[in-house]
């Protein structure tokens, strides 16, 4: 069946302007995830929806950043006013939302401010 | 709050030679501890997970891990490693209890050689 799906793969954007990353989950997955990984810095978790309880925007590195996720389903991470420091490979994952249930991860956005 | 330390960034080693990738952990409250694998080009994956149970773990691949709750560790061991595992190895960790929010270490990249 098909995985998680981000879009767009690559994108490049000057700064100051803002972006928007989507996700589609995996059909019945009712958590999902953002990460960020950064060169040499591993996956920086951001934000987590858990079915119709409130996200855990615990990790989001400022108020600049922002996400959502419509019907239980798609995503879209927004970042405003984008830095350059903002460039990174950000990464969705999906589960089934048991304790033990494996993350299902898309292939990122890459970001790149310039 | 918990946190995942993988002391080795990189580990060359040659084809059919034995590997060891290193993690440690720490958390004043118990944790799951995970695998993932990211092959070149591609998303994460899970590799093995330590829920309970017997402490030796083996997952996909020929690859296990240890878990010691004395040393807070969950090496990733595999016997005889081909070209093919190439790939950069991400050790996470999530609070019993807590949904399965992952704390990721930064990555080990694996580098099998001819």
């Known amino acids: 069946g098909a995985g998680v799906s981000q879009s767009p793969s690559n994108k490049v954007t000057e700064k100051g302007k803002d972006v928007e990353l989507r996700c589609d989950p995996i059909s019945g997955h009712t958590a999902l995830y953002w990460y960020r990984q950064s060169l040499g810095q591993g996956l920086e978790f951001l934000i987590y929806f858990q079915g119709n309880s409130a996200p855990d925007k615990s990790g989001l590195p400022s108020d600049r950043f922002s996400a959502e996720r419509t019907g239980g389903s798609v995503s879209t991470l927004t970042i405003q006013r984008t830095q350059q420091e903002d460039s990174a490979v950000y990464l969705c994952?999906?589960?089934?939302?048991?304790?033990?249930?494996?993350?299902?991860f898309g292939n990122g956005t890459r970001l790149t401010v310039t | 709050a918990q946190s995942v330390t993988q002391l080795d960034s990189q580990v060359p080693v040659f084809e059919e030679a034995p590997v060891e990738l290193r993690c440690n952990y720490s958390?004043?409250?118990?944790?799951?501890l995970f695998w993932y694998v990211q092959y070149p080009n591609q998303g994460l994956q899970l590799l093995l997970k330590?829920?309970?149970?017997?402490?030796l773990v083996k997952g996909i691949n020929g690859f296990e891990a240890e878990f010691n709750k004395s040393q807070t560790s969950f090496h990733l061991r595999k016997p005889s490693v081909h070209i093919s595992d190439t790939a950069e190895y991400f050790c996470a960790v999530s609070l019993t209890g807590g949904g399965n929010k992952l704390t990721f270490g930064t990555g080990t990249q694996l580098k099998v050689e001819l």
């Open positions: 958390s004043s409250v118990s944790v799951y």
């Open positions: 994952a999906s589960s089934l939302g048991g304790w033990d249930s494996p993350l299902h």
């Open positions: 330590y829920l309970s149970g017997s402490t």
